[in-house]
């Protein structure tokens, strides 16, 4: 009945650019659409595109029936050049951002709600939408986050030895029971070069292997100790000023051998060095007696000391 009309109407042949003849097909694939002619419709709702390429709502209609039949890629296409327009089509935004959401799609869902939202904040069905949205988002973040946890886990649970390593680096690795990737972030340099026959050779070499996969020494230590050492260093700003505190390791001038200590444990203020104890500074290889008195000599000319352990 539909296709009947639509015939009358228009005739044999479409033209370029007519809107009456547009609006013919526009009504006529919608008569079609009440009576679940869903074909028809699409192909007059497709006409009428092409006749007035300019109307919003032909190309909605079109790209609605398109998503309904399972054409979904020719509908997002048309959804979204509807969107990219002076004034985005609305209930293409709403329709676009769900199919992006069961695509997994989140964030492109997310922005073509906040673009209803940022010039119609209490627009009811936007809102709904983007409730949904947002929760979906929040549990493909945890996925991810999952995910990444559990590959981090089996990273730091490969052996050191399969690892291309030297003879040496790898010998002394053994002796100092330092079998996993995690077990080695366990460790700082101080630590390292403070064994026998390790040297700066086989360190630049495990340095190099974990920055190679974004590690560094030491970083399994400092979720450990960085809660203890923010109380301390609380503490301390009780005691000294803070721009005592801050100011930079070089204003003590010290020793070639002392400067380097320093810098293997990454301490580069006063405030720095203030909450380690002497134990800490005197594990650090080649640093003596006279490096520590040094220090703490210096230390002492700005009000400051090393920290005792109770």
Known sequence: ??????????GAGDSKADPQAAEAHYRAGLQAQAENDHLTAMDAFRKATRLDSNSATYSFHLAYLLDL????????????????????????LLNLAVIYEDRGEIAKSERCLRQILDTNPNHERARLFMKDVL??????YDEEQARDLAKRSAMLDTPVTDFELSVRA???????QIRTLGDLLKITE?????????GETSLVEIKNM?????????QGLEGQFSRVRREIYEELKGQAPESVLNKPISVLDLSVRARKALQLLNIQTLG???????AELMGVKNFGATSLVEIKEKLSGFGLALRSLD
């Open 1 to 10: 009945m539909a296709q009947h009309v639509l015939d009358t109407i228009i």
């Open 69 to 92: 039949m399972g054409e979904e890629e020719e509908a997002v296409s048309i959804y979204e050049q509807l969107c990219n327009r002076d004034r985005p089509h609305v209930n293409s």
């Open 135 to 140: 929760a979906s988002r929040d549990m493909y």
């Open 170 to 176: 790898r010998n002394c690795l053994k002796k100092m």
């Open 190 to 198: 101080a630590e390292l070069l403070s064994y026998k026959n390790f």
């Open 210 to 218: 974990l920055a190679q996969r974004g590690l560094r020494l030491g």
């Open 272 to 278: 720095d060095l203030a909450i380690r104890t002497e």
